[in-house]
């Protein structure tokens, strides 16, 4: 697909890996629509992208609600006259232990809120926004691209029954949907990143995340903007589909 000129929906727009793909794909000169829970939290992002040039659209939905999301897909179609791509990058945490259990005695239990907001947000979000994304994109008839942003802690990381259950999830339905979709001219993939540079990461101690980075073979933490390289690189290769492309310095859990 040739970036220039093609209508791209980014989640969870506002900050860390949504933020730099935004970017990046604005100096490409995409069009963008930018989603987040607030409008107004995307205002810099907005702001950079406009600078390089890109025509931008900003948008406030919480993608875990219905009704969000289908008003949010039907007003990005009517502002852009055009659905060419949908990123699903927004995604929360609610790490905790299944249960905390010392010297015989139950000392807690991750909390069924915590586990549901992850499933709403980052699975529900997910197959919400790629359902209506589709929808307009097969009515507009002209393909397109789809891509999940997956995580390492798919194949299961301490402390995150939650999380690891979604990104596994969204790592099945992109295999799923790139057949499902094929018969529309809709590709679908999707990013794992491991350990990344993100704002989080950066607001640790340096002796911190100098040991989150010793723990990759390649000795240093991702950067953003490489989840971004990716993410072109899956809009502009049209015969990559139903493929989960991991991003993490040979980390493997």
Request: charged share 20%; glycine share 10%.
């Amino acid at each position: 697909m040739e970036i220039k000129g093609k209508t791209i929906i980014i989640t969870g727009a506002a900050r860390g890996l949504g933020a730099a793909m935004a970017r990046r794909l604005a100096s490409a000169g995409a069009r963008l629509a930018l989603c987040d829970l607030k409008e107004d939290g995307l205002a810099d992002t907005a702001a950079c992208c406009r600078g390089a040039g890109a025509e931008v659209h900003c948008y406030g939905a919480n993608v875990s609600k219905e009704a969000d999301v289908t008003a949010f897909m039907d007003a990005v179609a009517s502002d852009c006259g055009a659905l060419d791509a949908l990123i699903n990058n927004a995604g929360i945490t609610r790490d905790g232990l299944l249960i905390k259990h010392k010297d015989g005695e139950l000392l807690g239990k991750m909390p069924l809120q915590d586990w549901q907001a992850v499933i709403d947000v980052n699975l529900t979000g997910t197959f919400l926004c790629a359902r209506e994304a589709a929808a307009h994109m097969a009515s507009f008839g002209n393909g397109g691209v789809i891509i999940n942003i997956s995580s390492l802690s798919r194949a299961g990381n301490f402390g995150q029954s939650n999380y690891s259950a979604t990104k596994a999830g969204v790592a099945a339905l992109t295999v799923l949907w790139a057949r499902e979709l094929a018969r529309h001219g809709i590709r679908a993939a999707a990013i794992a990143p491991g350990l990344m540079n993100t704002e989080m990461v950066a607001a640790m101690k340096p002796e911190a995340r100098e040991r989150l980075a010793a723990m990759v073979p390649a000795k240093r933490l991702g950067e953003p903007d490489e989840v971004a390289q990716t993410a072109q690189f899956i809009l502009e290769n049209d015969y990559i589909s139903g493929r989960v492309i991991d991003l993490d310095g040979g980390l493997r859990w």
